[in-house]
């Protein structure tokens, strides 16, 4: 992997090439390319905000850490710690040297690009300085430092892969124990992929989840969780507590869980098309955990996959024991870990933990959400309205032209019957 982390200064040249070795040093540790680029903005104000004394940032595959200096501006003035936000989130631990605020990549007013090759997720790192308690004057400006994080968008990966995975409509990643998990979108008749990633509202936007455990005892998978996301800050969890449809009973939508299953290693699931109110863009990221337990253990309410049957009022299992839906209501992760916690204070008791390679997040996206044009038959109804007006015209015309030629006929009977003398 090549030197990627840029800065916009020549005179950062002998810094760059620091900060390029770390990066290959990085590589060999990760097992993955990616790169931090922080970017001071050419403005006099922020004097040295951004420079690599002040501002450095580290992307892994969940998140992104921006360390601060505190001489900030390089002015001997230090900067206050809640002075200082990512996107409205604000310093999570601080040294006597530097303040450190970690973000998720998919929060604290992220935005996705989508490259040809690769993903790039901005932040902005805002300063904004506020005075002293009860000393009413500030002694600096404030300043603005873009944070960015590239990934690569098609790279082959192994347990430790980037989140999110991008491969066109699906996301597939492979674990160490050879579980493949996978999230496609599906076409209308569920017999394959979907060629399109464009939906209309009123469309069941039809996924799969599924994994591949070749050589591997029989597993179930569960989706624990889905979100819905539109590149930035708004987003919309659809699939909750512990494998719990929401949006059918939140919004009274179709979406649900398909029964039956068609195996123990698949779940397919219906989402209603919907849009994020108020925002320009109709792009959609889906975001989904998927997990597995052995296929020989009973389903509980950690693990299932429930929808809400709208007509009705009641939740049932894709399983067939609608008692574990009973929490979807509540909380359902809450008396299970009881169960767990005590059965572990018991004397000769063992808990069964699902191993971490047995879970895995993936998203899909994005998805472009299009209002329905028109229906041609509209048109057609409309010139069709209009026509009995043209008709109704045209049969007036023709009775005056009648009364005309009648008026004029008795005109002249009347001047021949005249007597002449």
């Given at each position: 992997?090549?030197?990627?982390?840029?800065?916009?200064?020549?005179?950062?040249?002998?810094?760059?090439?620091?900060?390029?070795?770390?990066?290959?040093?990085?590589?060999?540790?990760?097992?993955?390319?990616?790169?931090?680029?922080?970017?001071?903005?050419?403005?006099?104000?922020?004097?040295?905000?951004?420079?690599?004394?002040?501002?450095?940032?580290?992307?892994?595959?969940?998140?992104?850490?921006?360390?601060?200096?505190?001489?900030?501006?390089?002015?001997?003035?230090?900067?206050?710690?809640?002075?200082?936000?990512?996107?409205?989130?604000?310093?999570?631990?601080?040294?006597?040297?530097?303040?450190?605020?970690?973000?998720?990549?998919?929060?604290?007013?992220?935005?996705?690009?989508?490259?040809?090759?690769?993903?790039?997720?901005?932040?902005?790192?805002?300063?904004?300085?506020?005075?002293?308690?009860?000393?009413?004057?500030?002694?600096?400006?404030?300043?603005?430092?873009?944070?960015?994080?590239?990934?690569?968008?098609?790279?082959?990966?192994?347990?430790?892969?980037?989140?999110?995975?991008?491969?066109?409509?699906?996301?597939?990643?492979?674990?160490?124990?050879?579980?493949?998990?996978?999230?496609?979108?599906?076409?209308?008749?569920?017999?394959?992929?979907?060629?399109?990633?464009?939906?209309?509202?009123?469309?069941?936007?039809?996924?799969?989840?599924?994994?591949?455990?070749?050589?591997?005892?029989?597993?179930?998978?569960?989706?624990?969780?889905?979100?819905?996301?539109?590149?930035?800050?708004?987003?919309?969890?659809?699939?909750?507590?512990?494998?719990?449809?929401?949006?059918?009973?939140?919004?009274?939508?179709?979406?649900?869980?398909?029964?039956?299953?068609?195996?123990?290693?698949?779940?397919?699931?219906?989402?209603?098309?919907?849009?994020?109110?108020?925002?320009?863009?109709?792009?959609?990221?889906?975001?989904?955990?998927?997990?597995?337990?052995?296929?020989?253990?009973?389903?509980?309410?950690?693990?299932?996959?429930?929808?809400?049957?709208?007509?009705?009022?009641?939740?049932?299992?894709?399983?067939?024991?609608?008692?574990?839906?009973?929490?979807?209501?509540?909380?359902?992760?809450?008396?299970?870990?009881?169960?767990?916690?005590?059965?572990?204070?018991?004397?000769?008791?063992?808990?069964?933990?699902?191993?971490?390679?047995?879970?895995?997040?993936?998203?899909?996206?994005?998805?472009?959400?299009?209002?329905?044009?028109?229906?041609?038959?509209?048109?057609?109804?409309?010139?069709t309205g209009q026509s009995p007006s043209g008709s109704f015209v045209l049969v007036l015309g023709s009775m005056l032209v009648v009364l005309g030629l009648a008026c004029s006929a008795f005109l002249l009977f009347l001047l021949y019957q005249k007597p002449h003398f």
């Amino acid at each position: 992997m090549g030197c990627k982390v840029k800065y916009q200064f020549p005179l950062l040249v002998l810094w760059l090439l620091t900060l390029c070795f770390d990066d290959i040093s990085g590589f060999w540790r990760s097992g993955f390319p990616h790169k931090a680029v922080v970017i001071q903005k050419e403005s006099a104000v922020q004097q040295r905000a951004g420079s690599p004394e002040t501002v450095s940032a580290q992307c892994t595959e969940w998140d992104v850490m921006v360390t601060i200096n505190p001489d900030l501006l390089g002015i001997q003035h230090p900067v206050q710690a809640s002075d200082l936000s990512v996107g409205g989130c604000g310093v999570t631990s601080q040294t006597p040297t530097a303040f450190v605020i970690e973000a998720p990549l998919q929060g604290c007013g992220s935005i996705i690009t989508m490259l040809a090759d690769e993903i790039v997720y901005t932040f902005t790192l805002d300063y904004n300085p506020s005075p002293l308690p009860g000393i009413p004057i500030i002694r600096t400006n404030p300043a603005v430092v873009q944070i960015e994080c590239h990934y690569p968008r098609n790279h082959n990966v192994s347990s430790n892969a980037l989140n999110p995975t991008w491969v066109p409509y699906t996301s597939t990643i492979s674990a160490q124990d050879s579980l493949g998990f996978s999230l496609v979108i599906m076409n209308s008749d569920w017999s394959g992929p979907s060629s399109s990633n464009i939906f209309y509202l009123g469309d069941l936007i039809n996924l799969q989840a599924s994994v591949d455990s070749t050589n591997h005892v029989p597993l179930q998978l569960f989706v624990d969780n889905c979100v819905a996301s539109d590149g930035s800050a708004l987003t919309y969890t659809f699939i909750g507590n512990n494998g719990c449809f929401t949006d059918s009973k939140v919004t009274g939508s179709n979406s649900q869980f398909i029964t039956p299953r068609i195996a123990p290693s698949t779940l397919q699931f219906e989402l209603d098309a919907f849009r994020f109110y108020g925002v320009a863009t109709s792009s959609v990221f889906i975001t989904c955990r998927l997990k597995v337990t052995l296929a020989s253990q009973a389903i509980d309410n950690l693990n299932k996959a429930c929808t809400y049957i709208t007509g009705l009022s009641q939740w049932t299992s894709v399983d067939g024991s609608n008692q574990v839906c009973s929490c979807c209501d509540a909380n359902c992760a809450t008396g299970q870990k009881r169960r767990i916690e005590m059965a572990r204070r018991r004397p000769g008791r063992s808990v069964k933990t699902i191993p971490a390679e047995w879970e895995k997040t993936l998203v899909v996206g994005p998805l472009y959400l299009e209002k329905k044009p028109q229906p041609a038959v509209s048109e057609h109804l409309t010139s069709t309205g209009q026509s009995p007006s043209g008709s109704f015209v045209l049969v007036l015309g023709s009775m005056l032209v009648v009364l005309g030629l009648a008026c004029s006929a008795f005109l002249l009977f009347l001047l021949y019957q005249k007597p002449h003398f």
